[in-house]
């Protein structure tokens, strides 16, 4: 099993930054995408950002060209960089990626952890 645990997450006036953490521990054998996901109050969990073992990224429309996915394969971990905040960012925010726990095991997805909250106020 994969463990992830997010961090970063806080109370932010609109426009300004937060930066996001996220660590996969656990038996990782390798790990190919990595994602950042969100859900809000009442909503569902959405997938707004991803980024490929190679580095190529992509991202929703509605957080493009103010959120930046990187990651760190030496310490298992990905971040995210969210500029311009603004307050239909408010969500509780997750990490997910496609892990294989030894080399021929079948990729799958990482226990969700409990997410971190970004609160963006007007």
């Known amino acids: 099993q994969v463990q992830l645990v997010e961090s970063g997450g806080g109370l932010v006036q609109a426009g300004g930054s937060l930066r996001l953490s996220c660590v996969a521990s656990?038996?990782?054998?390798?790990?190919?995408?990595m994602a950042w996901y969100r859900q809000a109050p009442g909503k569902r969990r959405e997938l707004i950002a991803g980024?490929?073992?190679?580095?190529?990224?992509n991202y929703t429309d509605s957080v493009k060209g103010r959120f930046t996915i990187s990651r760190d394969n030496f310490k298992n971990m990905v971040y995210l960089q969210m500029n311009s905040l603004k307050p239909e960012d408010t969500a509780v925010y997750y990490c997910?990626?496609?892990?294989?726990?030894?080399?021929?095991?079948?990729?799958?997805?990482?226990?969700w952890g409990q997410g971190t909250q970004v609160t963006v106020s007007a």
């Open positions: 656990g038996s990782i054998f390798s790990i190919t995408a």
């Open positions: 997910n990626g496609g892990f294989r726990t030894s080399a021929d095991g079948p990729l799958d997805f990482g226990s």
């Open positions: 980024i490929a073992s190679d580095g190529s990224t």
